[in-house]
């Protein structure tokens, strides 16, 4: 499933990796990473950016794209948690990450549409509360949001918060301007290179996959989740996946909404070469636990086909992003690594403007600078105070995994080789098999996932087997598509092609 903004795109060239040191080795080319990598190396540090995959292949490159200081029912979230000088903590850091980002686009002509963020009530009573709630507590936060009773949309609503002038863009033409302005700066990008260790955390030595190794003073990991267990980030982390359709539709609503309470749908607009594309969003869930993720698609297909008649579907896609314990990502020195090591993650899908923000942050702390902002948001990363939260995150990793474990044991191996476009996991002797059949090759991995051996689910809307603990997926042929995991799952004999 490819997104609006990758499909047709050529994938960025890589630069080679020369020589086997550097200042400073940024892991991951998403939004984080390349703008670490940006601000790092304007500021004259010798930079290498080092991506497993493709600029922009996991979260960034498919995105809903808005870059807005509403941020569906953030505040009201935060403002449950928190005092109120983190929460408006938090809304300064977006706001200069969300500032800097359109001062770049401007720059380099990457082009942006100025629309208003609402949140706003589907049609009923908890829906209307929780759009008030959220007026409330981003008036309380400082945002100058105004609440509209009809927001002029087909779909039924009870009105919504409305914060005017927010922006939207195609997040790969912003990766394709920030690649060049690295470059520029003299930082190498070098995709199809993932990172399976650092070691010597005090004295980092990064190494690949391919067995080359890279000595360095610090190393950034913007992987999305951070792919070292040091710190245990994640089990305060809560991967959640959801699902995006663009449709050829000229009456899109100009405007970049988010319903207050669940099912999530997300609506905003985008420019299209047949006039304007209009892009449905949301429906989400944990990675791994639900029954079928195709399910998500369609339920966000009959909700389009229903409100917008017409519409005729171009694309459909799906992502995930991680959602901390208590809502504020986690930003800055991994623990013990006498600041050399540094993570960025928890944007809970807001990582447009928490990613720059996050960049700013840790390049601060790299060149001895200090953010105001960054050190009222406790962006830093050895929380949490409160127990609560990641005991129920660990209470729902915990039975997911057990389930799994359970339905695996009680099934042998697949017999018969599954149906095209299908998966299922069974036991050989006592490992979980995953059987999968993609464009006619049928593949037999083992079905544990290679970061903490939790039994993998098959994923029908993607082909990929996911996991149900901490987010790691993997290709029907066992690569690592993304989460913490760094290694290939082992191949089960036999595969090869259908029979
Ligand atoms: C469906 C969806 C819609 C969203 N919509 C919005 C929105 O409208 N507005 C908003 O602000 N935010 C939104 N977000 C969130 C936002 O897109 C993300 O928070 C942000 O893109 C994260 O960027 P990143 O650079 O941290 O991660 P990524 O873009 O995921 O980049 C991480 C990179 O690290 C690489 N990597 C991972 N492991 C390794 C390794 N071992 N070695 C080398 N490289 C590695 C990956 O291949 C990847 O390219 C959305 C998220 C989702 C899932």
Redesign the pocket.
Known sequence: MTSLWLDGREPIRSDSLEGDSCDDVV????????MTALLLSRSGRGVVV???????????????????LL?GTKYTRLTSRHPESLVRAYVEANLEGQQWLLRYCEEHDVPVQRRPAVTYAPDDAQGLKAARDEHEAATAAGLGVRWADDLDVPFPHRGGTVLEDQA?LD?MDLLEALVESVRAEGGRIVTG????HVSRLRSPTVR??DGRSIRCEHVIL???TP?LDRGLYFAKLEP?????LAYDYPDAPEL?MLSASGPTR?V?DAPATSGRALLI?GD?HVVGRTRSERAHLNRLRDWTAEYFPGAVETHHW?????TSHDGVPYVGGMPRSLGKVYV??G?????????VA?ALDITAQILDGRLRWADRMHHRVTRPRSALEPVRMNAGVAVSGLQHVLDAALRGRPETPPKEGTGEVGRSGVVPVGVSTVNGRTCAVQALCTHLGGVLAWNDAEKSWDCPLHGSRFSPTGE?L??PA?RALPRRGPDGPTP
Not at 27 to 34: E, F, I, R, S
Not at 240 to 244: F, H
Not at 318 to 322: E, T
Not at 347 to 355: E, I
Request: no cysteine; hydrophobic share 35%; proline share 1%.
């Open positions: 892991v991951g080319a998403g939004l984080t990473g390349l080092l991506e497993a995959r493709e600029v922009g292949a996991v979260t960034t490159g498919n995105t809903t794209g808005k870059l807005s941020q939207q997040p290179a993932r990172v399976q690949l996959e913007a992987t999305g792919i959640g996946r959801s699902y995006a970049m997300s905003r969003g989400g799906s992502a995930q992003d991680y960025a993650t944007y809970a899908k807001w990582g447009l403007t928490n990613g996050a690592v993304e989460g760094t």
